[in-house]
C-alpha cells in the first residue's frame, strides 16, 4: 500500500484542466444504468430480493441503491446486492441468456437477467448517504438495549402532574365528565350528604386527575388507548364496575336520573407505552369518608380502575375505589422513538438535515424525509480513505497516429553528403477520465493522505489519479471528469543525409491505455442528531455508534488512463520512399539524445 500525499503536486513542463462530461449536465449518466458485464462469480455477502415477474436490471440498480450497495446483479427474477467486484470473472455475453420477463426475448447483457451460472452486473448510481446512515443508527437502536437505554438517559423523564377536574355543572346533567388533558381519575370530591334519598349522584363535583407514571414517559392525550365500559346493566345493582386490566379511569358517563344507577359508562384508558396490565392493586376502603363532604383518594402513585357500589341506590352507596398503580414500559413511549437525522451537504452545495424514526421497520423506510437547513454546525461528512483497483483490462494498443499540429520538417537535397541537425518540437495532449457509476448524494472529503494500491495502479498510474481525485468535491454520477495534460517535447534529431537526396523528419504517436475499475472506500465523520417529541434532543460523534465497516460506504467507476504514450521519430527517404525508426522516447521527455544514437542512412 503507498500513501500520497495530495495537498501539492508540481509537474514541470506540463498544464492541466479539468473538463466536465458532457458540459457538466445535471443528469443520471449512462453509465450508471449500463451493465458492466456477465461474469460467473458474485463474491462477498450481501441482501438480495426476488423480483418476480417484474424482473430488470434497472429495478435492481435501483433496489440496491436504496439499500446502500456500489454492485447489483441479476440471474433470473433474483436481485443480488453487492459491495466486491467479481475481479477476472467476467465471460462473454452470451453466456448471459436468461430473460428478465418470460415474454421479452433478450440478446445482451444489458437486457438479460444472467445466465446459467452467471450473473448480469451493474453499477447502481448514486447512493443517498444520509439515508444509509440513519438507517444503520437505527438498526442499532433497535437491537442494542444497551445503546438504547444509555441514550434515553438524555431525555427529561415527565413528573406527574396534577389537576383537579371541575365537574361542578357537567355532572348536573346528562352526559360525560372527565379529566383534562389526558389526565387519569385518582380521587373524587362531593358534596355536603343530604341524607337518604336525598343525596343524590349530582352532589359529585370534582375529580383529582394525574398523568401517567414517569418511567412510561407518555405523551399525553394523544398517546392513549381507550374505550367505553358499558356498566349499564352491572351497576344496577351492588356490584364492582372496573376497567379491563391496564386501563384506569379517565371519565364517567351519567344519564338523566340523579340516581346511582344513572351512572352507566366508564372511559377507561391506558398509556400507549404501558403493558396492559396493572403493576398492583387494592381496594381502597371508602365507606366512610364518602359518606361526607370532602375527598375521597388512591394513595399516592395509584390510579382508579374502577368503583364498588352498595344495593342502595344514592351516592353515599359508592364503597369502595380499585386502586391500580401504572405497569412496566413496553417499549413503545415517546423516549423509545426519537428521530434520527444528520446534517449533509449535498452535491449542490445546499444544507439538508435528513432524518427518520428509529423504530421504522418498513423496508423502505417510510418515515424519511429531508428538509433544507442553514445551521452549519454539528454535521456529518464522507471522507476518502482508500482507492482500490478492482479489475483493470488488458492494455488496448492503439496503432501510431500523425501527432496532431506537427509539420514534418524537411532535410533539403544537397550535392554533397552531410549531417542535418534538427531540433523537433511539438505539444502533446493526454487525457485520462474519470467516471463515477456508483456514487453519493452528498459532498465529500478528500483527506490530507488516502491509500492507493500502487502495486495495481503503478506508482506513475498513482500520482495521476490521486491527482484527479484530489480535486473533486463530489462523487457522483453527474461529476465524472476529464483530466487534460498538455506537455512539450523537444527532440533533437541527427540525420545523415547522402548526396543529391532529401530526408522528412516525422512525429508518430502510440498510445496504450488501460481502463481500470476502481472502489473508493468512505468513512463517515462527524455527528448525527438523536430528538424527542418533549423537546429534548442530543447530538452524538456517528464513530461512537458506527463502527469497522458499519462506518464505511463505497464508490465504484472505471479510469481511462493513457499508460503508455511513445513518441517515434520516423525518417523517410524523399527519393526512394524508405522509412526508417530513427528512435522512440515517452512523450514528454525530451530525450535529445535518442536520435543520435542513430545514424540516419538512405541508402
Not at 499 to 505: H, K, P
Amino acid at each position: 500500500m503507498l500513501f500520497l500525499q495530495l495537498s501539492c503536486i508540481l509537474l514541470l513542463l506540463s498544464s492541466t484542466l479539468d473538463v466536465g462530461l458532457a458540459k457538466d449536465v445535471v443528469k443520471r449518466s449512462a453509465l450508471a444504468v449500463t451493465v458492466e458485464g456477465c461474469f460467473n462469480s458474485l463474491p462477498g455477502s450481501g441482501v438480495h430480493t426476488n423480483m418476480g415477474e417484474h424482473a430488470s436490471n434497472i429495478r435492481c440498480q435501483d433496489f440496491c441503491r436504496d439499500k446502500g450497495y456500489m454492485l447489483a446483479a441479476t440471474r433470473g427474477g433474483i436481485c443480488w446486492c453487492r459491495n466486491i467486484y467479481p475481479r477476472g470473472k467476467q465471460v462473454a455475453d452470451d453466456k448471459c441468456r436468461t430473460r428478465c420477463r418470460t415474454y421479452t426475448a433478450c440478446t445482451t447483457a444489458q437486457e438479460c437477467c444472467g445466465g446459467v451460472g452467471t450473473f448480469t452486473v451493474s453499477v447502481v448510481g448514486n447512493i443517498d448517504v444520509a439515508k444509509q446512515v440513519v438507517r444503520r443508527i437505527a438498526n442499532i437502536w433497535q437491537t442494542s438495549g444497551d445503546y438504547r437505554r444509555h441514550m434515553i438517559g438524555n431525555v427529561r423523564k415527565p413528573s406527574v402532574a396534577t389537576e383537579n377536574a371541575n365537574w361542578w355543572k357537567s355532572f348536573d346533567h346528562k352526559g360525560w365528565s372527565s379529566c383534562p388533558n389526558g389526565l387519569y381519575m385518582t380521587g373524587l370530591y362531593r358534596n355536603n350528604n343530604r341524607k337518604g334519598d336525598k343525596d343524590q349522584i349530582f352532589l359529585l363535583e370534582e375529580a383529582e386527575c394525574k398523568s401517567a407514571a414517569s418511567h412510561l414517559y407518555s405523551g399525553g392525550a394523544n398517546d392513549r388507548d381507550c374505550y367505553k365500559l358499558n356498566i349499564w346493566d352491572i351497576w344496577n345493582r351492588k356490584n364492582w364496575a372496573v376497567c379491563k386490566n391496564g386501563y384506569y379511569m379517565h371519565g364517567i358517563y351519567r344519564t338523566s336520573g340523579n340516581h346511582l344507577h344513572n351512572i352507566e359508562e366508564f372511559m377507561c384508558c391506558k398509556p400507549k407505552s404501558q403493558v396492559s396490565q396493572w403493576k398492583h392493586c387494592y381496594n381502597k376502603n371508602v365507606w366512610k369518608s364518602f359518606d361526607h363532604k370532602g375527598w375521597s383518594k388512591c394513595n399516592n402513585g395509584y390510579y382508579m380502575s374502577g368503583m364498588f357500589r352498595n344495593s342502595c341506590n344514592n351516592l353515599y352507596c359508592i364503597e369502595e375505589f380499585r386502586c391500580c398503580s401504572m405497569g412496566p414500559n413496553n417499549g413503545k413511549s415517546f423516549a423509545e422513538n426519537p428521530k434520527i437525522s444528520v446534517r449533509i451537504r449535498g452535491t449542490d452545495g445546499k444544507l439538508k438535515e435528513c432524518s427518520m424514526d428509529a423504530i421504522d421497520r418498513s423496508a423502505s423506510t417510510s418515515s424519511y424525509k429531508c428538509k433544507s437547513i442553514t445551521d452549519t454546525t454539528n454535521g456529518m461528512y464522507l471522507e476518502a480513505r482508500e482507492f482500490k483497483v478492482e479489475d483493470k483490462t488488458q492494455p488496448t494498443v492503439a496503432a501510431p497516429q500523425q501527432v496532431k499540429n506537427f509539420k514534418p520538417v524537411i532535410c533539403t537535397a544537397s550535392n554533397k553528403a552531410y549531417t542535418c541537425n534538427k531540433r523537433v518540437t511539438s505539444t502533446i495532449t493526454t487525457s485520462s477520465t474519470l467516471k463515477i457509476g456508483s456514487g453519493f448524494s452528498m459532498g465529500v472529503t478528500i483527506g490530507t493522505k488516502v491509500g492507493l494500491e500502487a502495486s495495481a495502479f503503478g506508482v506513475k498510474a498513482s500520482t495521476e489519479f490521486s491527482t484527479q481525485i484530489s480535486a473533486s468535491s463530489t462523487f457522483n454520477v453527474e461529476r465524472s471528469k476529464t483530466h487534460v495534460q498538455s506537455m512539450a517535447d523537444q527532440t533533437h534529431v541527427t540525420v545523415d543525409v547522402p548526396a543529391n537526396e532529401g530526408v522528412m523528419i516525422n512525429l508518430l504517436r502510440k498510445k496504450v491505455d488501460i481502463v481500470y475499475k476502481w472502489k473508493g472506500i468512505f468513512q463517515m465523520l462527524g455527528k448525527y442528531k438523536l430528538s424527542w417529541n418533549n423537546g429534548d434532543s442530543t447530538f452524538q460523534d456517528v464513530t461512537s455508534i458506527l463502527t469497522g465497516t458499519n462506518r464505511e460506504i463505497y464508490a465504484f467507476g472505471q479510469w481511462n488512463y493513457p499508460d503508455t504514450d511513445v513518441l517515434q521519430v520516423i525518417v523517410t527517404n524523399q527519393n526512394s520512399g524508405a522509412k526508417k525508426l530513427a528512435c522512440q522516447h515517452n512523450s514528454g521527455s525530451g530525450d535529445s539524445n535518442c536520435a543520435t544514437a542513430f545514424t540516419k542512412s538512405t541508402k
